[in-house]
């Protein structure tokens, strides 16, 4: 069974610009989260979402949006690029909602804002 | 709020000790996760657990709910298990995990 698949892998942009991050989970999982990994404030939650509805979202500012499709399938946007948006961006996948969910993380996707 | 607390936030170890990363956390919990990350980002779940231990191959995680605290061990520790462990708490019943800043764990030959 594949495992989480994140695209792409890096990415360079400069400020303003906008991006988009895709993940696709472990067929048959449901849920998909993604997390933001930077030196400074570490790991930290930014949505997640199950059956194509937004369940939960963490405190980062509106530039930050994203959507699940019918298959699964997630992806995140983030608007006019800020250099401390540059970070590492994982997503993970489980079966369903619930904290008794194990999650499976993707390789994660590097951006860097120049 | 909910707060997640590691120690060390690095550890250095010789080929061979058995390695012990805490973790304690400020509200009451249905699981917690502990992660392991190695160079490069990727993240690997290595045990979510509720109550009582559970151990698989030489690592071993424990959780004590009344004392709100958690252990991570590595019997006979190898450079391969260099990496960062990170323990985190989910949130009410949704997937939101708190994270702790993570243990650095380096075994040197």
């Known amino acids: 069974k594949a495992g989480v698949t994140q695209t792409p892998r890096y990415l360079i942009k400069t400020r303003g610009q906008q991006v988009t991050l895709s993940c696709s989970p472990i067929?048959?999982?449901?849920?998909v989260s993604w997390y933001q990994q930077t030196p400074g404030q570490g790991l930290q939650f930014l949505f997640e979402?199950?059956?194509?509805?937004?369940?939960n979202k963490g405190n980062f500012p509106g530039r930050f949006s994203g959507r699940q499709f019918s298959n699964s399938r997630s992806e995140m946007n983030v608007s006019t690029l800020e250099l401390g948006d540059s970070a590492l961006y994982l997503c993970?996948?489980?079966?369903?909602?619930?904290?008794?969910?194990?999650?499976?993380f993707g390789p994660g996707t590097r951006l860097t804002v120049l | 709020k909910n707060e997640v607390e590691q120690s060390p936030q690095n550890l250095t170890a010789q080929e061979g000790e058995f390695i012990t990363i805490n973790c304690s956390y400020s509200v009451g919990i249905s699981a917690l996760h502990w992660l392991q990350q190695h160079p490069g980002g990727g993240i690997v779940s290595l045990f979510m657990l509720s109550s009582g231990k559970k151990k698989h191959g030489r690592l071993i995680a424990t959780i004590n709910i009344q004392e709100k605290h958690s252990s991570l061990h590595i019997t006979a520790s190898h450079p391969r298990d260099s990496a960062v462990y990170i323990c985190?708490?989910?949130?009410?019943?949704?997937?939101?995990?708190?994270f702790g800043k993570g243990t650095k764990l380096t075994v040197n030959p």
């Open positions: 985190a708490q989910p949130q009410g019943g949704s997937e939101k995990l708190v």
């Open positions: 993970a996948s489980s079966l369903a909602l619930g904290s008794y969910n194990e999650q499976f």
């Open positions: 067929s048959g999982h449901r849920s």
């Open positions: 979402y199950f059956s194509e509805t937004q369940r």
